[in-house]
């Protein structure tokens, strides 16, 4: 079969329990919730998994130098072509881009905001903090979503605004564990309006009522986005919304966790508690079906190349598997096991 056949299958059962096994010994919550997830979400979501994993693994422990990163934009084109290299996680990623029709572009802007991070890089403005998490996370949103099925230019660009609003939210629990570790994520020009000098900050990261300003700031700017995306969860299969809905609003509690604790992210770091996960959850099935649509609005600047590489893309007749349906139950039904589970991990 010609290896532009898009009904080709790349990787192995054996290739599948690889991929598998890279989850469970990375993150054994995430490996005991995913198992009762449908095999047609399961699989592709393992094999992106262990793709990007393998991403994170060039940048923490090789360093991201440029030819570890050339060595894995090379295997990641390979397998975009139908040609991937002998060994389970790029076949399964292989078949997972095809299947899915996965534009290239996509995980591409996965691999240079990883390489971004590798080189240290800072960023002026909210508008380059954007562009950043666009690559690291709106690639993330656009990519599941295509598993989902979903190729809507409006779902896909409300999915972006919710991948930002999560990195935003990250960063802003983050700053002082990134500060500790020699990074600094806030916009550099929030920074110097607050009268903040980033050196003398990096080296005595404190919550002065300044960096407390620049953190409320940002968090501000990521309910923004978590609003925005909200109307995109009509756009998804409906038994989908449930899941989704709890995902926004559990890490938009992690940013109230910051701003009840004075916006102070340095001296501790945010968690939600399970029982206020379940809270959540439990909210977000009664609310998913009420989530009304509205009218589409474009992709923000720093996302529009990711919805736009969608557009361009190709596209095959796409069957939605069968079994679709039964993708939120599943994720409702274990979320109590999840935190459970998670709660041992960290005994363990």
């Known amino acids: ?123 002026e403005t909210l508008e380059d903090l954007n562009a950043y998490a666009a690559r690291v996370a709106g690639t993330v949103g656009v990519m599941m979503t295509l598993i989902m099925g979903v190729r809507d230019a409006n779902a896909l660009a409300r999915a972006c605004d919710l991948g930002a609003a999560m990195q935003l939210t990250n960063i802003a629990r983050d700053v002082g564990e990134d500060a500790r570790a020699g990074r600094i994520y806030l916009p550099l020009s929030w920074l110097n309006e607050a009268g903040i000098d980033v050196a003398r900050f990096l080296a005595d990261p404190t919550p002065t009522p300044a960096i407390r300003l620049v953190v409320a700031r940002l968090l501000d700017e990521a309910r923004r986005l978590y609003a925005d995306a909200r109307a995109g969860i009509a756009e998804l299969p409906r038994a989908c919304r449930p899941a989704i809905l709890a995902a926004a609003s559990i890490y938009a509690e ?9 916006f102070d992210s340095i001296t501790r770091r945010a968690r939600v508690s399970g029982a ?60 109590d096991l999840f935190e459970r589970l998670e709660r041992a991990e960290i005994l363990d």
């Open 254 to 262: 992690i940013g109230r966790e910051v701003a009840s604790a004075g």
């Open 1 to 123: 079969m010609p290896a532009s056949s898009p009904s080709r299958l790349y990787a192995t059962p054996n290739d599948h329990r690889e991929c598998r096994a890279a989850i469970r010994v990375g993150s054994r919550s995430f490996f005991a919730a995913s198992r009762l997830l449908p095999a047609h979400v399961r699989r592709p979501a393992f094999a992106l998994y262990a793709f990007c994993r393998l991403s994170d693994d060039v940048v923490d422990l090789e360093g991201g130098s440029a030819p570890a990163l050339a060595r894995l934009s090379h295997r990641l084109q390979r397998a975009h072509r139908g040609q991937p290299l002998p060994n389970a996680a790029d076949r399964a990623l292989a078949e997972t881009l095809r299947t899915h029709a996965i534009p290239l572009e996509i995980p591409e802007a996965l691999l240079e905001g990883l390489a971004w991070d590798a080189q240290g890089r800072r960023y």
């Open 276 to 335: 206020r996960k379940l809270s959540l959850l439990a909210h977000a099935v009664a609310a998913a079906p009420m989530i009304a649509r509205a009218a589409p609005t474009p992709a923000t600047s720093a996302n529009a190349f990711l919805v736009e590489a969608v557009a361009a893309h190709p596209l095959r007749p796409y069957q939605r598997p069968r079994g679709f349906s039964a993708l939120a139950a599943p994720f409702v039904r274990t979320l």
